[in-house]
């Protein structure tokens, strides 16, 4: 276990994240799209489908949002629209 200079636990995987890792920061993690710093692992949960994510918070953000995305165009389809709107 590592911690750094304000006594938080320090996250080294690029991926894999698992319930131990929830609450840890990731100091530097590298992508296509940019360079992250001090990233926190979280866990969270789609309400509509049950579906869960484990990671970094922003593909955690990722993550929600498709997946309200998805069930809003899943609601679209039963009330027979294809506007993108709900009502």
């Avoid at 750094?4 to 990731?26: F, L, M, N, Q, Y």
């Avoid at 579906?51 to 998805?70: D, N, Q, T, W, Y």
């Avoid at 679209?76 to 993108?84: C, I």
């Amino acid at each position: 276990m590592t911690q750094d200079a304000h006594g938080e636990e320090i996250c080294e995987k690029t991926s894999g994240w698992t319930r131990e890792d929830v609450g840890k920061r990731i100091p530097q993690r590298e992508t296509p799209n940019g360079t992250y710093f001090n990233e926190l692992v979280v866990n969270v949960f789609c309400s509509m489908c049950g579906a869960e994510f484990i990671g970094p918070s922003r593909e955690a953000g990722g993550f929600l949002g498709g997946h309200e995305c998805l069930h809003a165009w899943e609601f679209n389809q039963v009330m027979g629209r294809d506007d993108g709107l709900t009502e």
